[in-house]
């Protein structure tokens, strides 16, 4: 399996170099930074602990709202000097509750509109799919055990935003800011959250 990995990653980097000498210019690459305040749902299991009894117990499925610092990898293939097509990758790691983990990962693309300019501003709007996993943990309720049970997921997904690029070189960029709205779809709910970036753009 090593060896297939190993051949499956030479074959991509080739086409990449392939395609990017021949489209000069054509191609964008963002790497950085993200935060993401993710609506994660977890459903929590009870064991009395009080000798004569316990209270009802608390809700079973809990909604927060943890804040997530994670990644951003994006590749947009420019089609004219204001429109290109993105490819976006994002991973958001944290705490959901107790000493539960969790992530957040989306896979989304879609075209960008951007103004060209040593400062240049662009909107995005990307669809596609996310994955959404919370490990086992235990949460503290008094007078219970409570424990939280692990579960993971897919769902749809899609991002609206933008952000500015500040160019420093002719191959390389700042984005300073980037800030999307990120809708997902899990357990038939509808999740809204917030999304910032900040990179480096490198152009080939």
């Not at 395609?19 to 963002?30: N, P, R, S, Y």
């Not at 993200?34 to 602990?49: A, G, H, I, K, V």
């Not at 690029?165 to 809708?183: C, G, K």
């Not at 038939?188 to 753009?201: E, M, W």
Request: net charge positive.
């Amino acid at each position: 399996m090593r060896l297939t990995y190993r051949a499956m990653l030479t074959l991509f980097a080739l086409g990449a170099v392939t395609a990017t000498a021949g489209a000069q210019d054509k191609l964008e690459v963002f790497a950085g930074y993200s935060y993401l305040r993710p609506s994660m749902t977890s459903e929590r299991s009870f064991t009395c602990e009080v000798i004569l009894g316990c209270p009802p117990p608390p809700p079973v499925f809990v909604t927060t709202h943890p804040n997530f610092n994670g990644y951003e990898f994006s590749a947009t293939y420019k089609l004219h000097d204001w429109l290109g097509l993105t490819g976006d990758f994002s991973g958001h790691y944290g705490t959901v509750t107790g000493n539960s983990s969790g992530h957040v990962q989306t896979f989304l693309f879609g075209p960008r509109i951007s103004l060209p300019g040593k400062i240049s501003p662009f909107v995005h709007v990307l669809v596609g799919g996310a994955h959404e996993s919370i490990g086992a943990g235990v949460t503290p309720i008094t007078g219970f055990s409570a424990s939280v049970i692990p579960a993971s997921g897919n769902a749809f997904a899609t991002a609206i935003g933008g952000g500015v690029d500040l160019r420093v070189a002719r191959f390389l960029s700042v984005r300073p800011i980037q800030l999307d709205y990120l809708m997902t779809r899990f357990n038939s709910t509808t999740q809204n959250q917030p999304r910032a970036s900040a990179g480096i753009v490198l152009r080939f």
